[in-house]
């Protein structure tokens, strides 16, 4: 169990907390694959690509973004620290202040989206059982309820959650409930007359798939805050392949399939309702409290930057941050969050680029000896993927951007650091 106050985002976890495998990771990260953000994030595709486009966006974008996770994950692995923490490595002290202001403010948002998308969706299922303009309808309470519930698993800290709640029994009912929707969808929907339709073309291919990809990239700034807690790299990677890949090509695709089947053409909340009359909206219900998890990692992890800035407590940033994240949830409307998806991709993809390179082939996962406060060099390469994307995205968006982006700061990165020396003589993480 995660004792408050016995581990610190800035230094290696011990190695009697590294209890973590390849089931726990599995199960980690097909629960955060599976989620109402990422039904909605099919739903987007759905119009301008149809299914066949859709369904191949999704598979290409989350096979390359989770291969790349999982790299990530394997760092947090080899070196004990928290993904912040880790940036150091690759930054210097000084370097990874950027990108944790940064993540901190996008865990933020992402944590108020998660709330409100829950706050939405119960509103919708309490309003189909008990009417219109009962308590159950409430945004207000549904917002508080989901925020006060994610606040405390972020609270109890990742191991409680991961080996307590979810292994033991929160995989088997989300796998029930994906089960069941796709069960509703075979039997109800002409799906050879969806598949023979094609899409309207107002959504690119390129585009779709670097929406697909930025799914699992988004977790990038996250996922070290889980994996360093895992025992070895190899399972951390293979559970976190398999289980986001599945996971999230399993939703992605319902997301899809619903879209085009029973999703009535500019009805608000379109999507919620076809899923709401699936198994008298139970799965939608299971679906739905599992959303809380993503909340509660987004939560977390603010929380584990915030530490790494001020020096506070990880357990005490948590409930500050998820106070902030309900209230935001309870006075603001969901939007469409395309845009949102892709910023993140244009900042994080290519500064994960460069700390790939950096910690596999430049420094072969061995640690230096001293960590610098900043590496210019770095920045610089970041600086170079990060133009390169909102230079594709705004003049060649039929190319796509966040591949591109990633592997020119990693290419940078490769050549720039080639001048500097590792300490070849420090033992692998």
């Known amino acids: 169990m995660n004792t408050p106050g016995t581990y610190s985002p800035d230094l290696p976890v011990s190695a009697e907390r590294r209890v973590l495998g390849g089931r726990d990771l599995f199960s980690l990260w097909f629960s955060l694959g599976i989620g109402l953000m990422v039904l909605q994030t099919g739903a987007l595709l759905a119009p301008g690509l149809g299914m066949s486009g859709a369904l191949l966006a999704i598979a290409l974008g989350t096979l390359v973004g989770v291969l790349l996770l999982a790299g990530a994950g394997v760092i947090g692995t080899d070196t004990g620290l928290s993904s912040m923490a880790s940036l150091t490595l690759s930054l210097g002290r000084r370097g990874a202040m950027l990108p944790a202001v940064l993540n901190l403010l996008q865990l933020v948002g992402w944590g108020s989206f998660?709330?409100?998308?829950?706050r939405d969706a119960a509103s919708l299922l309490g309003a189909r059982a008990f009417g219109e303009g009962g308590l159950w309808t409430s945004p207000l309470l549904w917002a508080l309820f989901f925020g006060g519930l994610a606040t405390l698993l972020a609270v109890s800290g990742p191991l409680t959650f991961v080996r307590k709640i979810l292994r033991q029994w929160g995989i088997w009912l989300l796998l029930g409930a994906c089960l069941w929707l796709t069960w509703n969808l075979l039997a109800k929907a002409d799906l050879a007359a969806l598949w023979a339709r094609g899409g309207d073309g107002s959504m690119p291919f390129a585009t779709g798939l670097d929406i697909a990809i930025a799914m699992p990239l988004s977790w990038l700034p996250l996922i070290a805050d889980?994996?360093?807690?895992?025992?070895?790299?190899?399972p951390v990677f293979f559970g976190t392949v398999l289980g986001y890949f599945i996971g999230n090509c399993w939703l992605m695709s319902l997301g899809v399939g619903y879209t085009l089947a029973f999703a009535a053409d500019g009805e608000a909340n379109a999507?919620?309702?076809?899923?709401a009359?699936?198994?008298?909206?139970?799965?939608?219900?299971?679906?739905l409290l599992d959303e809380s998890e993503k909340a509660f990692a987004d939560i977390h992890s603010a929380a584990v930057s915030g530490a790494m800035l001020s020096g506070l407590k990880v357990e005490h940033l948590a409930l500050a941050i998820?106070?902030?994240?309900?209230?935001?949830?309870?006075?603001?409307?969901?939007?469409?969050?395309?845009?949102?998806?892709?910023?993140?991709?244009?900042?994080?993809?290519p500064l994960f680029g460069v700390v790939l390179v950096d910690h596999f082939v430049l420094r072969r996962r061995r640690s230096p000896a001293q960590v610098p406060g900043l590496r210019g060099l770095s920045l610089l390469a970041w600086l170079g993927g990060v133009s390169t994307y909102h230079l594709l995205a705004n003049l060649y968006p039929e190319v796509g951007a966040t591949l591109p982006a990633l592997v020119m700061a990693g290419v940078l990165q490769l050549l720039l650091g080639r001048g500097v020396s590792y300490d070849r003589g420090t033992a692998q993480a």
Request: proline letters at 3%; hydrophobic letters at 60%.
């Open 322 to 349: 998820g106070v902030l994240c309900t209230l935001i949830a309870c006075f603001a409307p969901l939007a469409q969050y395309e845009s949102f998806l892709l910023l993140i991709g244009s900042l994080f993809a």
């Open 226 to 234: 889980y994996s360093r807690f895992g025992r070895r790299a190899k």
């Open 277 to 287: 009359g699936a198994g008298m909206g139970i799965p939608l219900l299971l679906v």
């Open 114 to 118: 998660e709330i409100i998308v829950m």
């Open 271 to 275: 999507l919620l309702l076809a899923l």
